[in-house]
């Protein structure tokens, strides 16, 4: 059980790490930007291995093409943000928050001790913190940033022992 809640966890605290770290390399042009994207890139897939050990290779496998694709709409966001193409962020966008509902009845239909609403809150409140952190770092609003980023973290891990709770709930068994 504790294993199971750490690597969740641990899953959450790197997708928020390596999302800001994205976006700061984005935002002011770094020479990482391709290694932290491409550590970033890693989680959707860490994220669908862990889900095959309980749901099977299928939802795993879904898992990690709904969140890698959540990643790279991400990035194409910040991108326009940044270029200043406020048109084309705004569709962007759209689609960003299209895929967290997306992600959100997927969890949903696939464990009965989550709901879609459930899910579909708390990644609406997760899109509006890291688009909100995103923002901050394009405005130069640093020090809100940093309170953004704090936010969004411990959001993360409520969703972390959300995902957790359910799959003991739905898997007890496992966890005796």
Do not use: C
Not at 82 to 102: H, L, Q, V
Not at 124 to 137: F, G, I, S
């Amino acid at each position: 059980m504790f294993e199971l809640s750490n690597a969740i966890r641990k899953l959450w605290e790197q997708h928020t790490v390596w999302t800001r770290a994205t976006i700061v390399s984005l935002v002011f042009d770094l020479p990482d930007v391709d290694y932290v994207t491409n550590r970033l890139l890693q989680n959707p897939v860490d994220f669908g291995n862990l889900f095959s050990v309980y749901y099977g290779d299928r939802i795993g496998g879904r898992l990690r093409d709904l969140l890698r694709e959540h990643l790279v709409i991400a990035a194409e966001l910040v991108k326009a943000a940044k270029a200043g193409d406020s048109e084309s962020a705004a569709e962007i966008e759209k689609r960003w928050y299209a895929n967290g509902d997306e992600i959100a009845a997927f969890l949903g239909r696939i464990n009965p001790f989550w709901s879609k609403e459930e899910w579909t809150m708390m990644y609406r409140t997760h899109l509006d913190l890291v688009k909100e952190e995103a923002v901050n770092l394009i405005t130069g609003n640093y020090q809100e940033e940093s309170s953004v980023y704090d936010r969004l973290e411990t959001q993360a891990l409520e969703m972390a022992d959300t995902m957790t709770k359910g799959i003991i709930s739905q898997f007890p068994t496992k966890f005796r």
